[in-house]
């Protein structure tokens, strides 16, 4: 069964300008769950959908948003890109989105601001 | 807030030993824990998980133990290898947590030959 993957892999952007990420979950997962991964911050959740509705979200800015296809494939959308957005993005795909069950990172994103 | 922590941002062990991280938590409603290995460039792979109903959960070369007296688990990886090398973070999550897991910052494990 292939694994979580994630477009593109690497994206330079400057200041001002916004980012769609993409992620494809693992084939019969429905819930994809989003993260920002900075070295002084860890892994801080974005937001989770399921069944093309956002069901959870950080403590993330406006800026920060997303949506999910019937498909469960996701996308999330950066805004007015700000220096401080330079991180790994990581998504993770689950059967149902329950916090108790395992969830299956993909290999990210990594974005840098210039 | 709920937090998620771990005891060392380092640990550097010697091949063939048992290497140990811990990890803290602040939740006491958090009754799922899992561990992930995080190689460079590359995206957190699940290892081993547990739920507040066990102790100790046994993988392949790697245990989990849960002390939810104490909020507190460990990852044990028995024999290091120098493949280990990775940096290792826990999560958590709970009913009252709906879809989000919670993450410590990892543990960066080096082994030396």
């Known amino acids: 069964k292939a694994g979580v993957t994630q477009t593109p892999r690497y994206l330079i952007k400057t200041r001002g300008q916004q980012v769609t990420l993409s992620c494809s979950p693992i084939s019969g997962h429905r819930s994809v769950s989003w993260y920002q991964q900075t070295p002084g911050q860890g892994l801080q959740f974005l937001f989770e959908?399921?069944?093309?509705?956002?069901?959870n979200k950080g403590n993330f800015p406006g800026r920060f948003s997303g949506r999910q296809f019937s498909n469960s494939r996701s996308e999330m959308n950066v805004s007015t890109l700000e220096l401080g957005d330079s991180a790994l993005y990581l998504c993770?795909?689950?059967?149902?989105?329950?916090?108790?069950?395992?969830?299956?990172f993909g290999p990210g994103t990594r974005l840098l601001v210039l | 807030g709920e937090s998620v922590g771990l005891h060392l941002p380092t640990l550097s062990v010697q091949e063939g030993d048992n290497s140990i991280i811990n990890c803290a938590y602040s939740n006491s409603a958090s009754d799922y824990f899992i561990w992930y290995k995080q190689e460079s460039g590359k995206g957190p792979q699940f290892i081993i998980d547990?739920?507040?109903?066990?102790d100790k959960r046994q993988g392949q070369r790697v245990t989990v133990l849960l002390n939810k007296t104490v909020k507190h688990l460990s990852l044990q990886i028995a024999a290091t290898q120098p493949g280990d090398s990775a940096v290792y973070f826990c999560?958590?999550?709970?009913?009252?947590?709906?879809?989000?897991?919670?993450f410590g910052e990892g543990t960066q494990l080096t082994v030396n030959p």
């Open positions: 547990i739920r507040s109903n066990m």
């Open positions: 999560g958590s999550g709970g009913e009252t947590s709906g879809s989000r897991l919670t």
């Open positions: 993770a795909s689950s059967l149902v989105g329950d916090s108790r069950e395992t969830q299956y």
């Open positions: 959908y399921f069944s093309e509705t956002q069901r």
